[in-house]
T-cell receptor
C-alpha cells in the first residue's frame, strides 16, 4: 500500500518570500513522485515529477522539489513566490505497478501582497 | 489540442435522480480514471480503467458505475444520487499506467439536493 501525507493544510506567505510545502510518502516499492497545482476552479496541472536519477527536480513556474529516500520526503520549494502562485498544491505517489496515483490532501498556498 | 474533456461542467440533481458524467481524451492514452475531490480530503479514486475493455474499483466506488465505451471515452454513472455525492469530479488519463503522471480534465461540479 502507498500513502501520502502533506504536513500543512494551509501555508500563508508574503510575496517574494521563499516557500516550502512538505510531503512525506510511504510505499513498499520504488516510487514515482509528483506535484500538481490546482488554480481556483480549474483542473490539476502537473508541476514536476521524480522518476529516477537526480534527486533535485525542477518544474514549471520556478518550482523545484528534492527527493529524499532516507526521509521518504519530496518537499516542494520556490525561492521567491508571486501572487499568481496562490493555489492548492497536491503531492502524489505512484508505486509503479498498480496504475493508480495516490494523492495527499493538499496544501493551500496563499501569497499575500 | 483538447486533452481531456469533461461534460457537463456543472450539474444540480435531486436526491434519487440519475446522471452520467462524460469524459473523452484525444491523446491515445490507454488508462483512464475518475476521481472525486472534497474539501480537506484531497482526490480519491472512484474507478479506473487500465486499458480498453477493463475497469476496476478504486478507493470509493460505492454508488457509482463506469463504462469504458472505447479507448477515448470513459463515463461515470450515478444511478440514484445522494447528497453525499456532492463533489467535484475529475477525469484523468495516462499512458504507461500513469508512471509519468496524469492529464486531468477541468472537472464537473455536482450538487445533489
Amino acid at each position: 500500500a502507498q500513502s501520502v501525507t502533506q504536513l500543512d493544510s494551509q501555508v500563508p506567505v508574503f510575496e517574494e518570500a521563499p516557500v516550502e510545502l512538505r510531503c512525506n510518502y510511504s510505499s513498499s516499492v520504488s516510487v514515482y513522485l509528483f506535484w500538481y497545482v490546482q488554480y481556483p476552479n480549474q483542473g490539476l496541472q502537473l508541476l514536476l515529477k521524480y522518476l529516477s536519477g537526480s534527486t533535485l527536480v525542477k518544474g514549471i513556474n520556478g518550482f523545484e522539489a528534492e527527493f529524499n529516500k532516507s526521509q521518504t520526503s519530496f518537499h516542494l520549494r520556490k525561492p521567491s513566490v508571486h501572487i499568481s502562485d496562490t493555489a492548492e498544491y497536491f503531492c502524489a505517489v505512484n508505486g509503479g505497478s498498480n496504475y493508480k496515483l495516490t494523492f495527499g490532501k493538499g496544501t493551500l498556498l496563499t501569497v499575500n501582497p | 489540442n483538447a486533452g481531456v474533456t469533461q461534460t457537463p461542467k456543472f450539474q444540480v440533481l435531486k436526491t434519487g435522480q440519475s446522471m452520467t458524467l462524460q469524459c473523452a481524451q484525444d491523446m491515445n492514452h490507454n488508462s483512464m480514471y475518475w476521481y472525486r475531490q472534497d474539501p480537506g480530503m484531497g482526490l480519491r479514486l472512484i474507478y479506473y480503467s487500465a486499458s480498453e475493455g477493463t475497469t476496476d474499483k478504486g478507493e470509493v466506488p460505492n454508488g457509482y458505475n463506469v463504462s469504458r465505451l472505447n479507448k477515448r471515452e470513459f463515463s461515470l454513472r450515478l444511478e440514484s444520487a445522494a447528497p453525499s455525492q456532492t463533489s467535484v469530479y475529475f477525469c484523468a488519463s495516462s499512458d504507461d499506467g500513469g508512471l509519468y503522471g496524469y492529464t486531468f480534465g477541468s472537472g464537473t461540479r455536482l450538487t445533489v439536493v
